[in-house]
T-cell receptor, first 113, second 117 residues
Framework: KNQVEQSPQSLIILEGKNCTLQ??????????LRWYKQDTGRGPVSLTI?????NTKSNGRYTATLDADTKQSSLHITASQLSDSASYIC????????????FGKGTRLSVIA | EAGVAQSPRYKIIEKRQSVAFWCNPI?????LYWYQQILGQGPKLLIQ????????DSQLPKDRFSAERLKGVDSTLKIQPAKLEDSAVYLC???????????????FGSGTRLTVV
């Protein structure tokens, strides 16, 4: 069964600190992996998208890594800001075309002053 | 580029009432998706359209939910009658398919938060 598991479920960090969120997946075949940021009451916004051959992709203070062999991904946030408080969702596309995306349940990050 | 537009942003209804949500995808995006996101969970796909045809509606509770995409552009999702467990955020997303079949520009709208009391 195609699944995406994220950890931790929630995380609280101090402003300015770094953090890393984890994503493990069992989706096969694999097309791409995406990280989304979802503010409360808003729709998810794409941070990164990586294909099978990509190991790292950055978007400002966000850096995603992908290990397609172990089926693991991480999202590292550097020098966190209060505005980083949100849910971060890992999403895997099983295949190109019309196959539905597989969503993780997300990690709820709270950045406090 | 304009994003995916959804309305209303919020809706509160009593159980057994009906409700409708509207979505306008990004111009040129042939594929449109409706998701249900219950608090604390990831989005669950309800229905996927390719132009005005249904590609996947396997998780749509068809006894009470219906969706249409007339003319392959805007879409509406309806719930009739609503139940308490339908309280959730309903997200619309759209994407374009490249010539190699890769979905491109997958973008979510801001969602409609439905509360059934």
């Amino acid at each position: 069964k195609n699944q995406v598991e994220q950890s931790p479920q929630s995380l609280i960090i101090l402003e300015g600190k770094n953090c890393t969120l984890q994503c493990n997946y069992t989706v096969s075949p694999f097309s791409n992996l995406r990280w989304y940021k979802q503010d409360t009451g808003r729709g998810p916004v794409s941070l990164t998208i990586m294909t099978f051959s990509e190991n790292t992709k950055s978007n400002g203070r966000y850096t995603a890594t992908l290990d397609a062999d172990t089926k693991q991904s991480s999202l590292h946030i550097t020098a966190s800001q209060l505005s980083d408080s949100a849910s971060y969702i890992c999403v895997v596309s099983p295949n190109s075309g019309n196959t539905p995306l597989v969503f993780g349940k997300g990690t709820r990050l709270s950045v406090i002053a | 580029e304009a994003g995916v537009a959804q309305s209303p942003r919020y809706k509160i209804i009593e159980k057994r009432q009906s409700v409708a949500f509207w979505c306008n995808p990004i111009s040129g995006h042939a594929t449109l998706y409706w998701y249900q996101q219950i608090l604390g969970q990831g989005p669950k796909l309800l229905i996927q359209f390719q132009n005005n045809g249904v590609v996947d509606d396997s998780q749509l509770p068809k006894d009470r939910f219906s969706a249409e995409r007339l003319k392959g552009v805007d879409s509406t999702l309806k719930i009739q009658p609503a139940k308490l467990e339908d309280s959730a955020v309903y997200l619309c997303a759209s994407s374009a398919l490249t010539g190699t079949g890769q979905d491109y520009g997958y973008t979510f709208g801001s969602g409609t938060r439905l509360t059934v009391v």
